[in-house]
Structures are given as C-alpha cells and as structure tokens.
C-alpha cells in the first residue's frame, strides 16, 4: 500500500429506504487500498443495494461517500457519475456483449477511455492470458464455460485498473472446484495492485476463498 495514500472508500452515515421499509441504516466503512472485505448476509437483507449505491448507479437519502480522497457522494446527493468513480461493479448476471467477441467484450471498455486500437488490443490480451482465457479470444461468450464467462467479466472489469471491484455473488453457480480456481487466478491478478474488492455473498466458503476481512449484514447494519 502507498504510504500516506487516502483510504480507498470512506462511507459515513448511509441511510436508503424504499417506501417504509428502511433498508440500509447508518452503514459506515472504511477501506484501505489493496484491502478485501466480504460481507455475508440473507438474500434480501441490502448487500446488492450496498454495492450499487457504492458505484453510484443507486441513490441514497443521506450518507457521504469518498473514493480514493474524492468525494463521490455528499449527504446523499450524487456527486460523481458512476464513469468518474472508478470502480467496476460485477453482477450475478455478467451483462457481457453476446455480439462482441471475448476480446472485443475487454477491448470495448478501454476504447470508450480513449485508449488506442492496438494499445487496447494488448491490454486485453495481457488480461485474457493473464485470467486463463487467451485461447478464447476470437470465441463469442455464449460458447464460454461458465468458469470462462465469469472471469471474462471480471477481465472486462480488471482492465480499467478500478481502485475498487464490487462482486456480487460472482461465482454461486459455480461448482467448489471452478469457483476456487477462478478466486485463484483473480486474487494472482490483484496481488501486485492496490485494488480495493467488495464481495456480498451469503455463502462462508465463498467468503473464505477471498480473504481479507468478513461481516456479517443483518436488518440493514454491518456487524463486526
């Protein structure tokens, strides 16, 4: 970690409500670069809506939030867009470009950010070669594995260098051996970034296979 850098996420005082049922309340966190925390709880319980307000793709009725130093939310008025806060959120859904290739899928997000054709191209290569998927490039994702579909999203997501990866429950369908292997080749990836890595998850193995620290999510409250 980078001496004296600003935590990676800062939250203070999240609050979301739909209609009359509250489901976040008073959530505060903070996380060091390169730090990985998973949070565990019931389906239902506001981990996915975490995370979505978190990327900045949901709001909040009050709460700050500050990325990497930046403020990203201000007493829950948006002050980031999701593209400005550099983080990368991965769905149980992949949400992959079923018309692009497995290269195009991880080209596209760098081309959007202005980087060069070649330059992109080699960028994500070095990811796919790096995730196990180089001998997939040309293929389409509905042909994938789906061990493959799952770390080409995490590719398409890794490529941009995010100071934080948001994973909802990215790998649950997977059978042990496939997910443990995919957990296996993403923290290779991250071990020499400071990429910050959120997991909500209700499954302890899957939480185990990350690292890092672990909460637990219940009523809305994170719990040491």
Not at 38 to 59: H, Y
Not at 135 to 149: C, F, I, M, N, V
Not at 188 to 199: F, G, M, P, R, Y
């Amino acid at each position: 970690m980078t001496e004296n850098a600003a935590p990676a996420l800062q939250i203070r005082g999240l609050n979301k409500s739909f209609g009359n049922l509250r489901l976040l309340h008073n959530i505060s966190l903070q996380l060091q670069p390169g730090q990985r925390l998973s949070i565990r709880g019931k389906s239902g319980c506001g981990k996915t809506t975490l995370l979505r307000i978190i990327a900045g793709i949901e709001s909040a009725q009050s709460g700050d939030i500050k990325i990497n130093g930046a403020v990203a939310m201000n007493s829950g008025k948006q002050v980031l867009q999701p593209w400005q806060r550099n983080t990368q959120l991965v769905f149980q859904d992949l949400g992959l470009w079923p018309t692009r290739s497995v290269l195009q899928n991880v080209c596209d997000p760098l081309r959007a950010a202005g980087k060069g054709k070649k330059e992109a191209e080699a960028l994500a290569m070095q990811m796919l070669t790096d995730l196990g998927l180089e001998l997939q490039h040309k293929k389409r994702p509905a042909t994938l594995s789906g061990g493959e579909g799952r770390r080409l999203a995490l590719a398409r997501a890794l490529v941009l260098k995010p100071a934080l990866l948001l994973l909802d429950e990215p790998f649950t369908s997977l059978d042990p051996e496939t997910r443990e292997h995919s957990y296996q080749l993403l923290l290779q990836v991250l071990d020499q970034t400071e990429t910050c890595i959120i997991l909500v998850t209700h499954d302890p193995a899957e939480a185990a296979q990350l690292g890092g620290d672990c909460q637990s999510f219940e009523a809305g409250v994170l719990q040491s």
